[in-house]
């Protein structure tokens, strides 16, 4: 069942420009919300995660946004680059209930042109 | 460190021949470990998770099985493949126990079935 709504499918930004995905959760019990990067070809690798005790996290030029009365949560890349062109995936995990459950959303495609 | 294998990378087989993927992990003890299916362009579906030897759960009725013989050993098998058996297979794997972190998954297998 689609318990996690990304968007866009894909997203085409210029280099230096911010791309913005964004995702939406359904089940409140949700406490994890991690953030995948996929290169073609490969295999998902974690790139930032969020608890919903804060409202925004910063790695670098990724930051997740969270905003828990919306059940919403969004990722900002700042000054994308070329190599920031992969296919990143949303999650959300309840980790007090059952740690086998995570739930993807479908994943957004992003090509940033130089 | 732990680090999480894959075999084969890739693999093109005939519609009704058994199928046999592996996956191992290292560096870590009575780890979580997990099946998914990737179809093109989509975002994953969790087919199988274990949370030790001889322990897997199925998340879909489907054409395939897993099996777990060791602590960081899981296999995803077929006895026939069909066509819709095409995908990208991803392992994963967490610590277990409650509130843990994030899913670590392989580099994955790219099945053809033709």
């Known amino acids: 069942q689609q318990q996690v709504k990304q968007s866009p499918q894909s997203l085409i930004v210029q280099k230096g420009g911010i791309s913005i995905i964004n995702c939406a959760y359904e089940n409140t019990a949700f406490d994890y919300f991690p953030w995948y990067q996929q290169f073609p070809g490969k295999g998902p690798a974690l790139l930032i995660a969020i608890r919903p005790d804060v409202s925004e996290k910063k790695e670098g030029r990724f930051t997740i946004s969270f905003n828990k009365s919306a059940k919403q949560f969004s990722l900002h890349i700042m000054d994308s680059q070329p190599g920031d062109s992969a296919t990143y995936f949303c999650?959300?995990?309840?980790?007090?209930?059952?740690?086998?459950?995570?739930?993807f959303g479908a994943g957004t495609r992003l090509t940033v042109k130089p | 460190s732990q680090t999480i294998h894959q075999w084969p990378a890739t693999l093109v087989q005939p519609v009704g021949s058994p199928l046999s993927l592996e996956c191992t992990v290292e560096g870590t003890s009575n780890p979580n470990l997990y099946w998914y299916r990737q179809a093109a362009g989509r975002g994953l579906q969790l087919l199988f998770y274990?949370?030790?030897?001889?322990?897997i759960s199925s998340e879909v009725p489907q054409n395939l099985s897993a099996s777990r013989p060791q602590d960081r050993q899981f296999i995803l098998s077929s006895k026939k493949l069909l066509l819709s058996d095409s995908g990208f297979y991803l392992c994963?794997?967490?610590?277990?126990?409650?509130?843990?972190?994030?899913?670590?998954f392989g580099p994955g297998t790219r099945l053809t079935v033709l």
């Open positions: 274990s949370v030790g030897i001889g322990q």
């Open positions: 994963a794997w967490n610590p277990r126990g409650r509130n843990t972190d994030t899913q670590y």
């Open positions: 999650a959300a995990w309840d980790l007090g209930y059952n740690n086998n459950d995570m739930r």
